[in-house]
Nanobody
Framework: QVQLVESGGGLVQAGGSLRLTCAAS????????VGWFRQAPGKEREFVAA????????YYADSVKGRFIISRENAKNAVYLQANSLKPEDTAVYYC?????????????????WGQGTQVTVSS
């Protein structure tokens, strides 16, 4: 079992940046694929980015490519999402998810463990 906690969300003006953190309770997290997803009111939870800690493979949704960066710091059992050039349409609850699968997936149903989410609000 893996416990995940997101942090770093908040209120930011358009064009600003936030750094989200996904912290895990167990060292086994270092061997898991980790993804970031987001859900806006009235919408389905959607894929944002994913990373494989063992292989260093990263995937991004087209909507955030070039603006967001996913990274890892295994010694701290943490995965980060650096969100730059934020737009109002980025407003959502952001969730991190983990799974022992070896290759990152975009499908939210592929992930077994989820955090509680952190709110990101971008004002115009």
């Amino acid at each position: 079992q893996v416990q995940l906690v997101e942090s770093g969300g908040g209120l930011v003006q358009a064009g600003g940046s936030l750094r989200l953190t996904c912290a895990a309770s167990d060292r086994i997290f270092s061997s898991y694929t980790v993804g970031w997803f987001r859900q806006a009111p009235g919408k389905e939870r959607e894929f944002v980015a994913a990373i494989s800690w063992s292989a260093g493979i990263t995937y991004y949704a087209d909507s955030v490519k070039g603006r967001f960066i996913i990274s890892r710091e295994n010694a701290k059992n943490a995965v980060y999402l650096q969100a730059n050039s934020l737009k109002p349409e980025d407003t959502a609850v952001y969730y991190c998810a983990a799974d022992p699968m070896r290759i990152p997936r975009r499908d939210k149903n592929s992930y077994a463990y989820w955090g509680q989410g952190t709110q990101v609000t971008v004002s115009s």
